[in-house]
């Protein structure tokens, strides 16, 4: 799709595609955890590296540690020590080469003070020193950022500028999440790491991706491809389920938490890549890390937006407590919307998926630990006396990550499916069960396999690095295609009052959901009130209003309610066109205001006569239209490439000709006029969708624009006080002799340009939108409550 084009574009002006995943050689590798006394730290990771150096002990390589932290040595050097002795030998290693070992590591691991540029220059002399003592060659270099994200771009030019190896030897700079905060802070973030570091030397940690039933899902599906391809498609799958329960609260990371939420947390990552591996096209090598990722994106491209309908969200009741006690806020001031659980249906805009609700469900204080991803299939046997039959339960493939009632990972297929291949030696199928049932069925009723011997998720993603296989990391294009796909859905809810539930057992069945075509809603209408919510702007209650403004009809209401009726009154109009005239002539224009009524029109107007509607541009700015900046690219990403027009009713403005922009001698906008005076009757859209801008520009016509000067014309060259400067616009000639004018104003902070717009009795340069003022059609002016009263 077009807009994943751009952010390909823009990853090479970041540094690059994917690149091949390195040759190895033989020599000394210097491991260097940044953050090396932390939390982290101490949990997983240098007992990940414990059992990477247990692992490779004999493989030809030699291997250094250091623990680098902020700390003092005198300070971080006795807690390393520490931290150190706790690391555990696998199992199958006897009590007394483990003692050997540990020694072994020990002795090979440091503190030292990793805090200024020259730390690191430090840092890197010693390494040197060594190598150059002992006579070593250089293998690699391997550091771990255990440290905040607004840390990675500073610690990073210091490991370009100071820390990179030399002759040939490698770099591998391992990065956790988060990885921004949306869209434009992911973007920056790649853009800085960009600078000191190429993309294959960045590893991405999304833990997920090391959890051993995760790790198996293409396996699984290359393996039994054969049962799986007549199956695993629109026809047969009822629904994909992605869940990720926790019993736990957030107390200790509420200053973390209470800016990121769950959606944040767990669906933006985890989730998300879950929900990748079970639906991309199967790639021809499973372990070709740029073949993985192009088929990644491919999915990701193909998702239709995510609006507010699309997702449910809930608050546990006491977070506002803890809000209040770890960042020492009074009542007043704690009531955060930060929810604590989410789920979100998405849907796949191709053939092989389309109408498969895909399920994201994650939440803090719920009823139990576990994690799964279930391939529910539909089921067509009806069984008249025996409804136990093994043919009439739930047909389901459930890639168990852990926890929950049967306590280790597995992959689990209904009986009534197929049996399905071994995943190798390192598994093993278990035949002898406890008494539990997983999501509905008696564990007998699966066939179940289950890894020989249970591996933490990091120590396996550090052999993953080790080993330089990049398919287990999360790379550029990944990471901003899934922020792309989130970013619309968070902006949508963060003014979301999140429904209140108690936790634990006593949820019940709050937080049950119903799935209804495209849209998600909670079962359960019944919910526990939240004082602090009362009083608050919402929609409940209240329906569109219709009144006058500025002489010209008026219909107000809160924001949802305001989009829906406009897009009610847009499909009427297109209706009644088609029925007249067979075809419906629509210009849109620019700019954020229209995009919610494009979420609304994809996912909630189905029928809409979209093959005989030809959409033009109400203005563009001079860019390229493959750039974000571009308007036509707005409109393509956000509702063309999701319905089904034909491309020869899109006609965007042509603002580059003869490979420059927006030159008059080119003669841009008369091919544009000549366009649509060829096609629009009289040169007359049926309906004109307008904005307006704070400063009272519409379209793009500003103040001081010189509009006599366009005469006749329907089409111009104008210039806006903002960049890109250059902008081509239809003329109000051309707007008032629309049929229909639509004026969409919304947000708080259009209620003073509502107010000083209203005082004006007839036509201000200032205020070029009073202009408007269509000669024979109808102009109707859509405001919501928020910009209408404040």
């Not at 084009?5 to 210097?30: D, K, N, P, T």
């Not at 200053?255 to 021809?284: A, I, S």
């Not at 103040?703 to 616009?729: C, D, F, I, Y």
């Not at 003073?752 to 000669?775: A, F, G, N």
Request: glycine share 6%.
């Amino acid at each position: 799709m077009l807009g994943f084009a751009l952010l390909l574009v823009l990853l090479c002006a970041l540094g690059g595609a994917e690149g091949r995943e390195e040759v190895q050689r033989h020599g000394h590798i210097s491991v260097v955890i940044v953050g090396g006394t932390g939390d982290l730290a101490k949990k997983y990771l240098w007992q990940g590296f414990f059992q990477l150096y247990v692992k490779e002990i004999n493989s030809g390589n030699s291997f250094s540690f250091h623990g680098g932290g902020l700390s003092p040595i005198e300070k971080g050097k006795p807690v390393l020590f520490e931290i150190l002795k706790a690391v555990s030998c696998p199992k199958a290693v006897s009590e007394e080469r483990c003692a050997v070992l540990k020694e072994q590591f020990l002795r090979l691991s440091q503190y030292r003070q990793l805090k200024t540029l020259e730390d690191y220059q430090a840092l890197s002399k010693q390494i040197e020193k060594q190598l150059q003592e002992e006579g070593m060659t250089e293998a690699g270099r391997l550091f771990y950022l255990s440290v905040p994200a607004f840390a990675y771009s500073g610690v990073s030019e210091k490991i370009n500028s100071s820390c990179r190896p030399s002759g040939g030897a490698w770099l591998r700079v391992v990065l956790e999440k988060p990885f921004g905060h949306d869209l434009s802070s992911a973007q920056a973030l790649a853009s800085q790491l960009g600078n000191s570091l190429k993309e294959e030397e960045m590893y991405r940690i999304d833990h997920y991706l090391g959890k051993q039933a995760v790790s198996k899902i293409l396996p699984f599906r290359l393996e039994n491809k054969k049962n799986l391809n007549p199956i695993w498609n629109k026809h047969h799958i009822e629904r994909v389920e992605i869940v990720l329960k926790e019993t736990l609260d957030v107390k200790g990371r509420i200053h973390f938490y209470d800016q990121y939420g769950v959606v944040r947390d767990v669906l933006q990552n985890h989730l998300t890549e879950v929900m990748m591996l079970l639906t991309m096209k199967l790639p021809k090598n499973i372990s070709n890390a740029e073949e993985v990722n192009q088929n990644k994106l491919q999915i990701l491209s193909s998702l239709l937006p995510l609006g507010k309908n699309q997702a449910v969200v809930g608050q546990y009741q006491s977070y506002k407590t803890e809000v209040q006690q770890e960042l020492n806020q009074t009542t007043d001031q704690s009531v955060s919307l930060t929810p604590t659980f989410a789920a979100v249906v998405a849907h796949i805009d191709n053939a092989l998926y389309e109408g498969v609700p895909i399920l994201f469900v994650s939440g803090k204080r719920l009823n139990e630990r576990v994690g799964y991803a279930r391939v529910l299939f539909k089921n067509n046997i009806f069984c008249l006396q025996d409804h136990n039959s093994v043919h009439c339960k739930p047909k389901q493939i459930v890639f168990y990550f852990g926890h929950g009632s049967l306590q280790y990972p597995a992959i689990l297929v209904s009986k009534n499916l197929f049996k399905p291949a071994l995943m190798g030696k390192e598994w093993m199928e278990v035949t002898e069960h406890k008494n539990v049932s997983v999501l509905g069925l008696p564990i007998t009723d699966y066939y179940v396999q289950t890894p020989r011997e249970q591996r933490d998720a990091y120590a396996e993603l550090i052999s993953h690095i080790y080993a330089a296989h990049k398919s287990s990391f999360v790379s550029t294009e990944i990471l901003l295609g899934s922020w792309y796909m989130w970013t619309p859905l968070l902006t949508s809810l963060k003014d979301t009052f999140p429904r209140n539930y108690p936790g634990g057992a006593d949820n019940a069945g709050l937080l049950d959901i119903c799935l209804d075509g495209n849209d998600i809603t909670f079962n359960n209408m019944e919910v526990i009130i939240n004082h602090d919510q009362m009083g608050s702007s919402s929609a409940s209650g209240f329906k569109a209003m219709q009144g006058k403004f500025r002489s010209a009809d008026m219909v107000s209401a809160w924001t949802e309610e305001l989009v829906e009726t406009l897009a009610v009154d847009l499909q009427a109009a297109a209706e009644a066109a088609v029925h007249e005239e067979g075809v419906f002539h629509l210009a849109v224009s620019g700019g954020s205001t229209p995009l919610a009524l494009f979420y609304q029109l994809v996912l909630h107007h189905s029928t809409f006569p979209w093959r005989s509607t030809h959409v033009w541009m109400v203005d563009e700015r001079c860019v390229p239209l493959t750039e974000l900046d571009s308007n036509f690219h707005n409109l393509h990403e956000h509702l063309l490439q999701h319905v089904k027009i034909p491309y020869y009713n899109i006609h965007p403005m042509p603002v580059q000709l003869n490979q420059r922009l927006c030159v008059e001698e080119d003669g841009g906008a008369l091919v544009y006029e000549r366009e649509l005076s060829k096609m629009v009757v009289n040169s007359s859209f049926h309906f004109v969708l307008l904005g307006v801008g704070y400063d009272g520009h519409t379209a793009s016509l500003f103040p001081g624009e010189k509009v006599n000067e366009h005469g006749e014309s329907l089409v111009a060259l104008t210039e806006s006080p903002n960049k890109p400067h250059q902008r081509m616009s239809l003329t109000f000639n051309a707007i008032n002799q629309a049929h229909r004018v639509a004026l969409l104003v919304m947000g708080k902070g259009k209620h003073e340009l509502v107010t000083q717009v209203s005082r004006i009795k007839d036509v201000s340069d200032k205020w070029p939108v009073t202009r408007v003022k269509p000669t024979h059609g109808t102009l109707v002016w859509y405001i919501d409550y928020d910009a209408l009263i404040g």
